[in-house]
């Protein structure tokens, strides 16, 4: 009996000595190890027949992301953009920020840090438009929109650039540079008036 205690014993010793460092089975394998997937690599659930695919269920939209853009690139769409409203009404000073970053990054090469189409490009690509002149000053939102998404004229689309609610901040960053331009141009507006009144009035003394 000493004998088989003895064997057994040794037995153990050597079995836990062994350099197999597989634990065995695992309780709940999924809760013990984490698995990460690429959207469309293939993985051993696509093996059991269950395709993973993070596009969000159709009529839905994924948590977080704004409304998708459904106007068609066509003249239709364009000119029904004027009417679609930016679902972004207010930036704080870091989302403002961050607005100007983007605008610096993917937009100044042409139209200029300040806007005035004086970017580093400007005479080397022609039909830059500059974002100060009245045109653009009263340019709906949307409209600004749809021609980022799809391009327009020499600029082409920078939908694959920025997402939907970055290209609506870098929209409602220039809207708030352009309101500056405005007002300086309705601040000056008085100062003319006031002239043209006192040029007009010493007009009328010569005449007399």
């Not at 021609?147 to 920078?158: A, D, E, R, V």
Request: glycine letters at 8%; proline letters at 4%; charged letters at 20%.
């Amino acid at each position: 009996m000493k004998r088989i205690y003895l064997i057994l014993i040794i037995a153990v010793v050597l079995a836990s000595c062994s350099s197999n460092r597989n634990p065995g089975r695992t309780y709940m394998p999924d809760m013990a190890y984490s698995r990460s997937y690429e959207t469309y690599a293939q993985n051993h659930l696509q093996d059991s027949g269950i395709n993973y695919i993070n596009y969000p269920v159709e009529g839905t939209i994924r948590r977080g992301d704004l409304f998708p853009y459904l106007l068609a690139n066509d003249s239709n769409g364009y000119k029904a953009s004027a009417e679609v409203k930016n679902p972004i009404t207010f930036l704080t000073g870091e989302e403002l920020g961050e607005a100007q970053r983007l605008f610096n990054i993917n937009c100044a090469v042409c139209h200029g840090a300040n806007m005035d189409a004086q970017g580093p490009l400007a005479g080397k690509v022609g039909g830059i438009a500059n974002l100060k002149l009245p045109k653009y000053l009263s340019m709906p939102e949307g409209t600004m929109f749809h021609s980022i998404t799809y391009g327009k004229n020499n600029m082409g689309s920078y939908a694959s650039q920025l997402s939907r609610k970055q290209r609506w901040m870098v929209i409602k960053y220039i809207k708030s540079e352009q309101d500056k331009e405005a007002a300086k141009k309705n601040a000056a507006a008085p100062t003319d008036s006031t002239n043209t009144t006192a040029k007009t009035a010493v007009a009328d003394t010569t005449k007399k």
